[in-house]
């Protein structure tokens, strides 16, 4: 994680000072703050108008490298929420959210089993594994959140119903400052089934703090769970077209194990190794990738649009040095596009993404 600098924290500590000295919101709707754009959308189906929303990380911004403003600090001071991914995603702010105000911190992927990342050697990985029986909806139980699970008849109010969720119902590492550091592959939100899991502890967290509107939070997460589990069926329908030959992946980062997971796809490598888009390559990483690339015939490479100029140069590089033709195609990645384009909610997000994976695939 990063260190915090002096100029950050002295905007705590003015941020602090004034927040004390000044006016208070005269508005009784719950203060909600969420880390990235992506979380900021899926609050917002949730929360709708009985909650005032602020977003952190805005659209076009990688969660990675994100470092806050005095005025974001401000936003968390305020908040009685504060949605965050979990997992360090957010790893130049998730210290100074701690630092400001621990209490309210909420991680929508709490629920979500870490995926750690894997030697994706081309031999590592045969079809067997990546059988598309044995990654269907049928075999996602709870803890995966299938469609089945979370299909409308499945999630009427009593199945979220205020009393279901009591304090004896989740420990301590839920809901205060202990919160988990585990590693493992933050980029949950690249399933919708995982998704439908932050929709379960974002209806909790708000109806804790506002029992009064708990049948509006819930009837809301309710209608969006079913938006969600309609989006996981077309990406089965639509991402069947790829030969299961072809259903192999090359990112910038990593960042598709769950996609990976529950699409049955092969993840043969990244351009930068681990989770974050601001590590770094070695050359030795790099020839190796230009094999796996060879040898299978990779026909796509996948770049997030927030991807830095270093790394879009390396993907064109290995493009060229490739025995075969391979594309370049974008993928959106850790932040939702500006509104009125395309990918600007998640769900248009998911719906490019895979619209771009079998343009790059399917060929």
């Given at each position: 994680?990063?260190?915090?600098?002096?100029?950050?924290?002295?905007?705590?500590?003015?941020?602090?000072?004034?927040?004390?000295?000044?006016?208070?919101?005269?508005?009784?709707?719950?203060?909600?703050?969420?880390?990235?754009?992506?979380?900021?959308?899926?609050?917002?189906?949730?929360?709708?108008?009985?909650?005032?929303?602020?977003?952190?990380?805005?659209?076009?911004?990688?969660?990675?490298?994100?470092?806050?403003?005095?005025?974001?600090?401000?936003?968390?001071?305020?908040?009685?929420?504060?949605?965050?991914?979990?997992?360090?995603?957010?790893?130049?702010?998730?210290?100074?959210?701690?630092?400001?105000?621990?209490?309210?911190?909420?991680?929508?992927?709490?629920?979500?089993?870490?995926?750690?990342?894997?030697?994706?050697?081309?031999?590592?990985?045969?079809?067997?594994?990546?059988?598309?029986?044995?990654?269907?909806?049928?075999?996602?139980?709870?803890?995966?959140?299938?469609?089945?699970?979370?299909?409308?008849?499945?999630?009427?109010?009593?199945?979220?119903?205020?009393?279901?969720?009591?304090?004896?119902?989740?420990?301590?590492?839920?809901?205060?400052?202990?919160?988990?550091?585990?590693?493992?592959?933050?980029?949950?939100?690249?399933?919708?089934?995982?998704?439908?899991?932050?929709?379960?502890?974002i209806v909790e967290s708000l109806t804790d703090k506002d029992p009064a509107n708990a049948s509006y939070?819930?009837?809301?997460?309710?209608?969006?769970?079913?938006?969600?589990?309609?989006?996981?069926?077309?990406?089965?329908?639509?991402?069947?077209?790829?030969?299961?030959?072809?259903?192999?992946?090359?990112?910038?980062?990593?960042?598709?194990?769950?996609?990976?997971?529950?699409?049955?796809?092969?993840?043969?490598?990244?351009?930068?190794?681990?989770?974050?888009?601001?590590?770094?390559?070695?050359?030795?990483?790099?020839?190796?990738?230009?094999?796996?690339?060879?040898?299978?015939?990779?026909?796509?490479?996948?770049?997030?649009?927030?991807?830095?100029?270093?790394?879009?140069?390396?993907?064109?590089?290995?493009?060229?040095?490739?025995?075969?033709?391979?594309?370049?195609?974008?993928?959106?990645?850790?932040?939702?596009?500006?509104?009125?384009?395309?990918?600007?909610?998640?769900?248009?997000?998911?719906?490019?993404?895979?619209?771009?994976?079998?343009?790059?695939?399917?060929?």
């Amino acid at each position: 994680m990063k260190k915090i600098s002096l100029i950050t924290v002295f905007s705590v500590l003015m941020v602090s000072i004034l927040g004390a000295s000044g006016s208070q919101d005269t508005d009784q709707s719950l203060q909600v703050v969420a880390s990235t754009s992506i979380i900021t959308d899926v609050v917002s189906a949730v929360g709708g108008d009985r909650i005032v929303l602020k977003g952190l990380i805005s659209s076009g911004q990688d969660p990675h490298s994100y470092e806050p403003a005095p005025r974001d600090i401000a936003k968390v001071e305020d908040a009685d929420i504060v949605f965050v991914n979990g997992f360090d995603l957010e790893e130049g702010l998730l210290s100074i959210i701690e630092s400001v105000n621990p209490e309210n911190i909420v991680e929508v992927s709490r629920m979500v089993k870490a995926l750690e990342h894997n030697h994706h050697d081309a031999d590592d990985h045969d079809a067997d594994h990546h059988d598309a029986d044995h990654h269907d909806a049928d075999d996602h139980d709870a803890d995966h959140h299938d469609a089945d699970h979370h299909d409308a008849d499945d999630h009427d109010a009593d199945d979220h119903d205020a009393d279901d969720h009591d304090a004896d119902d989740h420990d301590a590492d839920h809901h205060d400052a202990d919160h988990h550091h585990e590693s493992g592959d933050p980029h949950t939100w690249m399933s919708p089934l995982n998704v439908i899991s932050w929709v379960e502890v974002i209806v909790e967290s708000l109806t804790d703090k506002d029992p009064a509107n708990a049948s509006y939070f819930r009837s809301n997460g309710e209608a969006y769970i079913i938006k969600l589990t309609d989006l996981h069926k077309k990406m089965q329908e639509t991402l069947s077209v790829i030969p299961e030959e072809k259903r192999v992946l090359v990112t910038d980062h990593n960042l598709f194990e769950y996609f990976a997971r529950d699409y049955n796809f092969k993840i043969v490598g990244s351009l930068i190794p681990g989770y974050s888009s601001s590590s770094e390559s070695s050359s030795r990483e790099t020839a190796r990738l230009l094999d796996h690339l060879n040898q299978e015939g990779i026909p796509a490479i996948f770049i997030g649009d927030s991807a830095g100029e270093g790394v879009k140069k390396l993907a064109l590089t290995l493009s060229k040095e490739s025995d075969h033709d391979i594309l370049v195609k974008e993928l959106l990645t850790g932040s939702l596009r500006n509104p009125g384009m395309e990918g600007d909610s998640y769900i248009s997000f998911m719906e490019y993404n895979m619209k771009q994976i079998v343009s790059g695939l399917n060929r």
